[in-house]
C-alpha cells in the first residue's frame, strides 16, 4: 500500500562515504526505489570540485560540452525543477543519482553561503524551539548550515510540485540534520516529519569520557550530562528534533532505551538491514576471497618478512577510530591473551590479525610500497603497520600496540598489522575495497562497548565470515532475540559485556580465537552458511517495514 507520494531524507552521508549512516541509506535505497520508483529524494552536502568530484555521485546535467557518454549524465524527474529553481542566499544545486544499487535520485547542495546568516536561524530556532546554539563549537556550524540549506532544498521542490505534492514525508538522520527538521516543522507543516537518532551525541560522550553508560542508566539526566560534557548545542538541538518530530526512531532496543532516558522520548525501533546485492555469488566469491587472501598475507610477508601458509587464520576488526567504544582495545587484549596461550600450548596455525580502522594518515609507506614492488621477503625494520601517520600523533591504537609488544617477530604465532586508512580500492598498499578485504577473512571481532546497531557484524555474516559482537550491540542483541544465543546456529557468537566486565571480555575473545583454530574445513563451512542465513533474515525486505510503519504513522499525525 504506497502510504506517501514523496519522500525526501536528508543525511550528511548522502553521497559523502563517512561511517555507518552511508551504509545504512545506501543499502536501504534500492528497496524503497523497487517501491516508490523515484518518488523518494535523498539530500546531501555538495563538498566537492571539479578536481575531486565525488565517486559516489552521477550529476543529471552534462559535465562539459563534448563530455564522453559516461559523463553526459543521466535523467531525472527533478531535472526540470534544477534547470529553472532559483534557490534563496545564492545556494547552488545539483540534481543526479546515487551511484549505489537502485540508482536513487539524489540532490547535493553547497551550504556555504549560509554561514554569514546562521545567527538569524539560531535565533528563530532559540524562539521556536529552545535550542541552545549559544555554545556551539567544532561541527556543530557545519551541520546546521547543511541542514538548512537540505530544508531549503525541500521547501522549494515542494512549491514546485505544487498540486501534484500530495503526501509528503521528510526523514532526518542524526543531530547533524536537527536544523532542517525543525524548519520543516515551522515552515512547511503539511509536511509529516522523522527523526532517526542512529546513537545520541550525549551517550556517544559518556562513553568516551570513559563513563560507565549501562549501569548508571537511569541516574543520568541528559540535559545535566550536556553541560558536564560541554555537549550542550548539540544535545539541545538533538532533543529539540526529537521532541518536534512527528515520528521520532532509533536502530536498536538498546539505544531506544538511552533516548528514552537522555533525550526524554520513546522511539519507535527501525533495525538497519543490509543489501544482498552487494555480496559476490559463487566462483566470483571465490575468486576475491582468493585475491583477498593473497594481498593481506603478501602485505604483512613484506611487512614482517615470514612466508605465511595457505591456512594462516585471518582475522580482523574494523570501524571508527574509538577505542573503548568499538571495542579496539578489548579487541588487542584478546590477540595478546591468545599470542600467549598459542606461546605455551603451540599451534600448527599462525594467526594474522588486523585491525582495518582509519586514522589520521600521512600516505602510504614508501618502504613497504617498495617491498611489495620488488618483492622483498626479508622484512622492514617497523613491521607492525601499513601506512604513516602524521607526525606528531599518538595514535592510540599503534600506542596499545606498542604497549603490547606486537612486533611481528618471526617466531610469533600471531601477528598483528594496522591499516590506518580508508579502504576504498586505491589506498597505495592494499588497494582493494573494504568488502572485498572482507570476502579474505576467516573470523572478525567486534567486541563493541557502545554500539547502536553494529552494521560491521552484519556485513561481516552477509559475506559468509563468522563474526563476534555484544550483548551491547543492537546487531548482538537481534541475533539473540531472533535467532538465539548458539553460534551454531547463527555464525554469530554474542559475548556478553557490561560497565564491570572487561577482563571477562578479553578472555571470552580470546577463547573464540583459539576455537576457530581448531575448526576443520567442515565445520567452518557450516558456519558460513548459518552466517549468510542469518544476514539474510536482516535484509531490507524484511526491516523496511518498520520504516514504513513509521512513515505510515507520521502520516497519521497530519
Not at 563513563?211 to 541516574?219: A, C, F, R, W
Not at 583477498?292 to 618478512?305: P, T
Not at 621477503?377 to 600496540?401: C, E, R, S
Request: aromatic share 10%.
Amino acid at each position: 500500500m504506497i502510504m506517501f507520494d514523496y519522500l525526501f531524507e536528508t543525511s550528511w552521508e548522502v553521497c559523502n562515504r563517512v561511517g555507518g549512516i552511508y551504509t545504512v541509506l545506501s543499502t536501504k535505497s534500492q528497496t524503497l526505489q523497487k517501491l516508490y520508483k523515484d518518488r523518494v529524494f535523498f539530500i546531501g552536502p555538495d563538498l566537492w570540485t571539479a578536481d575531486n568530484e565525488s565517486p559516489f555521485f552521477q550529476c543529471s546535467m552534462p559535465v562539459a560540452q563534448g563530455a564522453s557518454d559516461k559523463k553526459k549524465g543521466v535523467k531525472t524527474p527533478l531535472d526540470d525543477w534544477a534547470a529553472q529553481v532559483v534557490m534563496p542566499f545564492g545556494l547552488a544545486v545539483r540534481v543526479g543519482r546515487w551511484n549505489v544499487p537502485g540508482q536513487p535520485i539524489a540532490v547535493l547542495v553547497d551550504f556555504n553561503p549560509l554561514y554569514e546568516h546562521k545567527n538569524e536561524l539560531y535565533a528563530e530556532m532559540w524562539d521556536r524551539f529552545g535550542v541552545d546554539s549559544l555554545h556551539a563549537y567544532g561541527d556543530y556550524d557545519e551541520g546546521c548550515a547543511f541542514a538548512w540549506a537540505a530544508a531549503l532544498v525541500i521547501e522549494s521542490i515542494v512549491a514546485w510540485l505544487g498540486e501534484r505534492a500530495g503526501r509528503l514525508v521528510a526523514h532526518f538522520d542524526e543531530w547533524t540534520t536537527g536544523m532542517g527538521l525543525l524548519y520543516v516543522k515551522s515552515h512547511l507543516p503539511q509536511v509529516a516529519t522523522v527523526f532517526t537518532t542512529h546513537a545520541t551525541s550525549i551517550g556517544r560522550s559518556i562513553c568516551g569520557n570513559g563513563k560507565p553508560l549501562y549501569d548508571y542508566m537511569t541516574g543520568y539526566n541528559g540535559d545535566q550530562m550536556s553541560w558536564e560534557l560541554n555537549m550542550v548545542s548539540k544535545h539541545s538541538l538533538e532533543k529539540a528534533a526529537a521532541h518536534a518530530a512527528d515520528a521520532f526512531t532509533t536502530v536498536s532496543e538498546v539505544t531506544a532505551r538511552e533516548c528514552e532516558q537522555l533525550l526524554e522520548r520513546r522511539p519507535l525501533v527501525t533495525p538497519n538491514g543490509f543489501e544482498g546485492s552487494f555480496v559476490p555469488k559463487g566462483k566470483a566469491y571465490d575468486a576475491k576471497r582468493q585475491a583477498a587472501r593473497e594481498r593481506l598475507m603478501a602485505v604483512a610477508r613484506a611487512l614482517s618478512g615470514v612466508d605465511y601458509a595457505p591456512d594462516t587464520l585471518l582475522v580482523a576488526t574494523s570501524g571508527r577510530l574509538e577505542v573503548r567504544n568499538k571495542g579496539i582495545d578489548a579487541y588487542l587484549d584478546a590477540l595478546n591473551v591468545t599470542r600467549t596461550a598459542l606461546e605455551k600450548r603451540g599451534s600448527r596455525r599462525r594467526v594474522l590479525a588486523f585491525v582495518l580502522v582509519p586514522s589520521w594518515t600521512a600516505g602510504p609507506r614508501p618502504d613497504l610500497r617498495r617491498a611489495l614492488a620488488t618483492r622483498m621477503t626479508t622484512g622492514l625494520p617497523v613491521a607492525q603497520y601499513t601506512h604513516d601517520l602524521h607526525p606528531g600523533f599518538d595514535d592510540p591504537i599503534l600506542a596499545k600496540m606498542r604497549a603490547l609488544g606486537f612486533d611481528n617477530n618471526p617466531n610469533d604465532p600471531l601477528h598483528v598489522v594496522y591499516v590506518p586508512c580508508y579502504l576504498n580500492g586505491n589506498d597505495g598498499v592494499i588497494d582493494l575495497p573494504y568488502y572485498d578485504v572482507l570476502c579474505g577473512l576467516d573470523l572478525t571481532l567486534f567486541p563493541s562497548y557502545y554500539e547502536p546497531w553494529g552494521y560491521t557484524p552484519l556485513e561481516s555474516v552477509a559475506f559468509g565470515v563468522p563474526t563476534v559482537t555484544t550483548t551491547l550491540s543492537g546487531f548482538g542483541q537481534w541475533v539473540l532475540h531472533a535467532i538465539g544465543s548458539k553460534p551454531a546456529d547463527s555464525g554469530v557468537s554474542v559475548i556478553h559485556r557490561s560497565d564491570s566486565n572487561y577482563h571477562n571480555t578479553v578472555h571470552a575473545l580470546a577463547v573464540r580465537i583459539t576455537e576457530f583454530l581448531e575448526q576443520d574445513d567442515q565445520r567452518l563451512a557450516t558456519l558460513q552458511r548459518k552466517a549468510r542465513a542469518t544476514a539474510a533474515k536482516a535484509s531490507w525486505k524484511h526491516f523496511i517495514n518498520h520504516y514504513l510503519e513509521a512513515y505510515r504513522q507520521t502520516l497519521e499525525e497530519k
